[in-house]
């Protein structure tokens, strides 16, 4: 077993967060080391540890560190079609609209992105955070281990660890890109153990109004087709006049034509 501490010091939260590995794995040596080098080792107490094992990637908390953590596992998405998680009536597939090639400027733990591949869009994932991204890849290295799961995404999705405003002036093919910042935290604290948007929101902090107005005019920027946005369902929409609202119970999706 080996343990160091980073800071993420790319991404905007300065979490110290332990690394420890247990495998002997050569994929996740590989990566346990390339995370180290990316993020440099740094002191102090950590809330959340990264734990590279025989599941794979996990992120749990220190304080419990040797129960279960959290896990990309993708194995676990309802991949009912019809009127189920991969129907094309709900409202972000109707935002994106009839469009095939996707950029998820935001991935996060890739439930987005991978529930868009399984409905036959091609889609690109950007994730910043290098925590976040080595679980997205473990997740989807495992999914593609599984044949069944494999076939259903057939290859229809990439990831990539990157800034998203940096990566947008490097392509010109995006038809549509969609933004799912974080959204600011709620002002009542949970008493309840930290799940998996809590521990998200602890390790990459909370995207500023100005951050997420910058990813968003960058889009509009990017974009051949559409911009969609994910807004909660009671704030003011990003921008006047957007083309389209789809709206969730909590959310809405707001579209908007590129400039
Ligand atoms: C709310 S989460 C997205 C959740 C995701 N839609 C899902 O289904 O799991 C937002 C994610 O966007 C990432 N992010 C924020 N700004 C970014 C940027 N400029 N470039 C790339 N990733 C970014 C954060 O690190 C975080 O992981």
Same mark, same amino acid.
């Given at each position: 077993?080996?343990?160091?501490? *980073? ?5 905007? =939260? ?6 420890? &590995? ?27 540890? /990264? ?18 953590? $959290? ?23 109707? #935002? &994106?609209?009839?469009?095939?090639? /996707? ?13 868009? #591949? ?43 660890? +990157?800034? +998203? ?5 490097? &392509?010109?093919? #995006? ?21 998996? $948007?809590? #521990? ?14 910058? &990813? ?14 994910? !807004?909660? /369902? =009671? ?7 957007? /083309? ?6 909590? *959310? !809405? ?7």
């Amino acid at each position: 077993m080996s343990f160091s501490k *980073i800071r993420q010091d790319s991404v905007q =939260h300065p979490e110290v967060v332990e690394v420890v &590995i247990e495998t002997q794995d050569d994929r996740l040596v590989k990566e346990y080391a390339q995370l180290l080098q990316r993020v440099g080792e740094k002191n102090g107490e950590s809330k959340y540890t /990264i734990y590279f094992g025989a599941r794979g990637v996990e992120l749990r908390l220190s304080s419990l560190a040797q129960k279960r953590g $959290i896990l990309v596992d993708f194995s676990k998405i309802d991949r009912r079609t019809g009127a189920g998680n991969l129907s094309k009536k709900q409202p972000l597939p109707k #935002a &994106i609209g009839n469009h095939s090639h /996707i950029v998820d400027a935001t991935a996060g733990f890739g439930k987005d992105a991978m529930l868009l #591949a399984l409905m036959g869009y091609n889609v690109t994932a950007i994730e910043q955070s290098p925590i976040i991204s080595v679980m997205l890849r473990d997740g989807l290295y495992r999914a593609q281990q599984n044949s069944e799961l494999n076939n259903a995404i057939g290859g229809r999705l990439t990831l990539v660890e +990157s800034n +998203s405003v940096q990566y947008f002036s490097n &392509i010109n093919n #995006a038809e549509v890109i969609y933004i799912d910042p974080m959204f600011p935290p709620k002002k009542k604290k949970s008493a309840l153990p930290p799940g998996r $948007i809590q #521990a998200l929101q602890s390790i990459v902090g909370h995207e500023t109004t100005t951050e997420t107005a910058k &990813i968003f005019e960058a889009a509009l920027q990017t974009a051949t087709q559409r911009v969609v946005i994910k !807004r909660p /369902i =009671h704030s003011p929409t990003i921008k006047k006049n957007p /083309i389209a609202i789809h709206e969730g119970k909590t *959310i !809405r999706y707001e579209v908007y034509r590129p400039n």
